[in-house]
Nanobody
Framework: QVQLVDSGGGLVQAGASLRLSCAAS????????TGWFRQAPGKEREFVGA???????????YYSESVKGRFTVSRDNAKNTVYLQMISLKPEDTAVYYC???????????????WGQGTQVTVSS
């Protein structure tokens, strides 16, 4: 059974950093995309960033414009874990963050098949 466990959220002040983790069990996902989404209160869930096996068998990362340059997705294959490193956090980054696994290059929610339970990130001003 495939399981994704998100962790690492918390309450921080604006400008701080946090690192979220997504631990996968049940199978390995090195040939897929592992992405991060977030959902703020009253808003739809939105794509944040992802790491994916590329068509030439390299590794690519891609991000939404709102987090590009501040957030970094990385992967530890030995631990079957993906990370979301967040720096220079802003109050508008406050949301529940979810990791998800989908097909290569996935960016839309419907392209991801497996989801974590979410972890709350709250950034105070």
């Amino acid at each position: 059974q495939v399981q994704l466990v998100d962790s690492g959220g918390g309450l921080v002040q604006a400008g701080a950093s946090l690192r979220l983790s997504c631990a996968a069990s049940g199978r390995t996902f090195t040939n897929y995309a592992t992405g991060w989404f977030r959902q703020a209160p009253g808003k739809e869930r939105e794509f944040v960033g992802a790491i994916s096996r590329s068509t030439w068998n390299g590794i690519s990362t891609y991000y939404s414009e709102s987090v590009k340059g501040r957030f970094t997705v990385s992967r530890d294959n030995a631990k079957n874990t993906v990370y979301l490193q967040m720096i220079s956090l802003k109050p508008e980054d406050t949301a529940v963050y979810y990791c998800a696994v989908g097909r290569r290059g996935a960016r839309l929610e419907k392209e991801f098949d497996y989801w974590g339970q979410g972890t709350q990130v709250t950034v105070s001003s």
